[in-house]
């Protein structure tokens, strides 16, 4: 599988996310999720901490912050027709490009997804939009980090 040098930020990757949820129960993720990159940052020993958030099918409750996938969005990314959520009320913090990436083909039909572990560039405009939604959950301090691989 094809794994690029840096993190392609802005992109959605299959991802064995670890939701908060299940943090205290293990340390690894139960399956493979589509999980959008929304930043990274290089160390001082030139480790790049990247920062991504999970996509599930599973409609956020009351107390949880997530933005629905627009359909058209997710058929683009060739990712099945169920409705689904990018939460931004909680991460996963691992180091590039870490044990837990898996392959992009496993989760979306779109032929460039083979061989590689990026489905899909998500659309810049809806991009920022989760950014915002994903600031504003740190700014009402509901936003749970779970540090993965460093």
């Not at 908060?20 to 160390?43: C, F, H, N, W």
């Not at 044990?99 to 405009?125: M, N, Q, W, Y």
Request: contains cysteine; charged residues 25%.
């Amino acid at each position: 599988m094809k794994i690029p040098a840096v993190p392609p930020i802005g992109h959605v990757v299959a991802y064995e996310y670890l939701w908060a949820s299940q943090a205290g129960e293990r340390q690894d993720g139960a399956k493979t999720y589509p999980a959008a990159l929304v930043m990274a940052s290089q160390i001082e020993d030139g480790t790049v901490i990247t920062y991504a958030l999970g996509i599930s099918h599973k409609a956020p409750t009351e107390d949880e912050r997530a933005l629905e996938v627009p359909p058209k969005l997710a058929r683009w990314l060739g990712l099945d027709g169920k409705p689904m959520w990018i939460y931004t009320d909680q991460l996963n913090v691992f180091a590039w490009p870490g044990p837990d990436l898996r392959p992009a083909d496993h989760l979306s039909d779109r032929p460039s997804a083979k061989g590689t572990c990026v489905i899909g560039e998500l659309p810049f405009d809806w991009y920022e939009a989760v950014k915002e939604h994903l600031v504003e959950s740190r700014k009402l301090g509901i936003l749970k980090a779970q540090k993965r691989t460093a």
